[in-house]
Nanobody, 124 residues
Framework: QVQLVESGGGLVQAGGSLRLSCAAS????????MAWFRQAPGKGREFVAA????????RYADSVKGRFTISRDNAKKTVYLQMNSLKPEDTALYYC?????????????????WGQGTQVTVSS
């Protein structure tokens, strides 16, 4: 069992930056590949980024590539999402998710554990 708690969301102007954190508790954090997803109002959940168990491999959605960076600190049981050059279309509820099955999947059904989400709002 893994519990995930996101933080760091907020309101920012277009072009600004935010850093999201996802703190995990429970069983060995390093056993889980992690990912960030987001869901905008009226839309489905969308893959944003994923990171492997050790942190040596990452994968990004085309829409955020070059602007967002995912990282993790296994000693702190935390995964991060650094978001730069934010755009209004990045506005969404951002979730972190954990899976012990596979790395880098953009299919939310592959992730067993989810946080409650943190809201990111980007004004134009």
């Amino acid at each position: 069992q893994v519990q995930l708690v996101e933080s760091g969301g907020g309101l920012v102007q277009a072009g600004g930056s935010l850093r999201l954190s996802c703190a995990a508790s429970g069983r060995a954090f390093s056993n889980y590949a992690m990912a960030w997803f987001r869901q905008a109002p009226g839309k489905g959940r969308e893959f944003v980024a994923a990171i492997s168990w050790s942190g040596s491999n990452t994968r990004y959605a085309d829409s955020v590539k070059g602007r967002f960076t995912i990282s993790r600190d296994n000693a702190k049981k935390t995964v991060y999402l650094q978001m730069n050059s934010l755009k209004p279309e990045d506005t969404a509820l951002y979730y972190c998710a954990a899976t012990s099955v596979t790395y880098g999947s953009d299919y939310d059904g592959n992730y067993r554990y989810w946080g409650q989400g943190t809201q990111v709002t980007v004004s134009s």
